[in-house]
């Protein structure tokens, strides 16, 4: 079959399902080409405006790349006093760069890149053609690291920015749903077989409780990025001591003040070509973890769906399967599921580049970063919309759960009742033996004759547990088989959770709509 129509033709060539069908148009514009030349532009201009002749104010730092409520904010600019190092750069060529910041030929830069195989090189020409007075001073003393690392890290500190919150809105729903069902028992699993009591809200509270942990990674992966900075070709910034005539302070200050304007506090002291590729490891490994963690979460509701305890949102036209129409699969958690796979192997990457990359650098490390880096945030960013999707409707059927603790509760009541029993006079020993054989009787019925449990009705039957009749309903009564769970839920929420979603208020207020 010839493939359709031609360039032009979307639907004639592969698109990623993580931007076609899943994404969240924040995060996509966030890896973007228009994104990504776009900030190498501004740090051409970051460059020049610090390396500019002293005289007149500052150039007022140029508008978030995009605008509108998509753009994301590159910082602080910095203070005018310190704004220029001395080289003859004019005003009217900063405000040229400044006045095509987003004017980017993307038509123009393949066909450079085509002829010069060289990515930045071709922006700095397809730059230059649009800025001719500008043109001799477009990336003057910078290597091409210089915008292709610095955009990859303000490009990892703004996904994290988008990741972020949307992980706070999850712990939120969730502690939601867990407070309100902090009392509610039902059986608890060990091996994925019956096992005491606990309550829905604080099974919840499990989930919750990896995600804060994942919270505090991110914000700790995010804060510890630093800015590369201005560092030349292998790291010992000697070209720009040779424009400064040999003055280090003047390339301290360089580097300072493009990397405030920049919209970071630090920049790291020393670099080879790169940063080093440790840092895309620290930083595709909170995502991995995030990824175990909803995938966890979202195992567990499969399973409970499957119980008929719990289920996800089920739309009103919604179809299960294409053949059963009666069944309601748990599509959501399952893709949360798929992708958070593909998302915990991502981080063999940079694992791997990391290893491999030479003395100062090697550019076998390229290619692949400009794979695994975007879609970790990508894939991170649709299981995160997804798992609030589910939180937002999940479902709880009391009734179920009630039944499945009326099968199982007996076993679990007969220590209960030996005490009882105890306390009434009667011998341990005996009334152990008359439970074991009694438990044996009602575990025949309902493993070999599919039927009830039906141990306390022979409890009742049997004339030797007459001192406590009046005291089985108590002793069978599903709350006090749960301990201190609603108290734990209550705690961990007040004092750990929630605290922790303060920073995020002003975010987590939308509800998140799947449009697949």
Known sequence: MAAPGAEEDAFGRYRSPLVSRYASPEMGFNFSERRKFGTWRRLWLYLAQAEKVPGGPSPARPRALGGGPRAQPHGGGCRSSCQSLGLPITDEQIQEMEANLDNVDFKMAAEEEKRLRHDVMAHVHTFAHCCPKAAAIIHLGATSCYVGDNTDLIVLRDGFNLLLPKLATVISRLSDFAEQYADLPTLGFTHYQPAQLTTVGKRCCLWIQDLCMDLRNLERARDDLRFRGVKGTTGTQASFLQLFEGDHDKVKELDRLVTVKAGFKRAYLVTGQTYSRKV?????????????????????????????????????????????????????????????????????????????????????????????????????????????????????????????????????????????????????????????????????????????????????????????????????????????????????????????????????????????
């Open 280 to 516: 895309d490891v620290e930083v595709l490994s909170v995502l991995a973890s995030l990824g175990a963690s909803i995938h966890k979460i979202c195992t567990d509701i499969r399973l409970l769906a499957n119980l008929k305890e719990l289920e996800e949102p089920f739309e009103t036209d919604q179809i299960g399967s294409s053949a059963m129409p009666y069944k309601r699969n748990p599509m959501r958690s399952e893709r949360c599921c798929s992708l958070a796979r593909h998302l915990m192997t991502l981080v063999l990457n940079p694992l791997h580049t990391a290893s491999v990359q030479w003395f100062e650098r090697t550019l076998d490390d390229s290619a692949n970063r400009r794979v695994c880096l975007a879609e970790a945030f990508l894939t991170a960013d649709i299981i995160l919309s997804t798992l609030q999707n589910i939180s937002e409707g999940l479902v709880v059927y009391p009734k179920v759960i009630e039944r499945r603790i009326r099968q199982e509760l007996p076993f679990m009541a007969t220590e209960n009742i030996i005490m009882a029993m105890v306390k009434a006079g009667g011998n341990r020993q005996d009334c152990h033996e008359k439970i074991r054989i009694l438990s044996q009787q009602a575990a025949a019925v309902v493993k070999q004759e599919g039927g009830d449990n039906d141990l306390i009705s022979r409890i009742r039957a049997d004339p030797y547990f007459s001192p406590i009749q009046g005291q089985l309903e108590s002793l069978l009564e599903p709350t006090s088989f749960t301990g201190r769970a609603s108290q734990q839920v209550a705690r961990f929420l007040k004092e750990e959770a929630r605290p922790m979603l303060t920073p995020y208020q002003s975010k987590m207020g939308v509800k998140m709509e799947l449009a697949l």
